[in-house]
Nanobody, 111 residues
């Protein structure tokens, strides 16, 4: 079973940046695909970005060119670099590895 702990959320002004981290334990991290999702209250959770075990990446059209997913296999950490943040990026962000989810970290983009 995978245990996941996210961090790095917070309040940021429009145009600012944040880097989210997701620390994994309890598994061989490198063998799984990994993803970031986000959820706005009242809406369904949506896929933001994913990275395969072969390090192929994919990001949603809404964040393309602004968000980057990466991971450190040795440290077993998944990252989401978020640049040029917009108010519509405000959400709770979750990481997912295999069938396990983190607890979520809140990102608020507001002036």
């Amino acid at each position: 079973q995978v245990q996941l702990v996210e961090s790095g959320g917070g309040l940021v002004q429009p145009g600012g940046s944040l880097r989210l981290s997701c620390a994994a334990s309890g598994t061989i991290f490198a063998i799984y695909d990994a993803s970031w999702y986000r959820q706005i209250p009242g809406k369904q959770r949506e896929l933001v970005a994913n990275i395969t075990r072969g390090r192929m990446t994919n990001v949603a059209d809404s964040v393309k060119g602004r968000f980057t997913i990466s991971r450190d296999i040795v440290k077993k950490i998944l990252y989401l670099q978020m640049d040029n943040l917009k108010s519509e990026d405000t959400a709770v962000y979750y990481c997912k590895v295999a069938d396990s989810w983190g607890q979520g970290t809140r990102v608020t983009v507001s002036s």
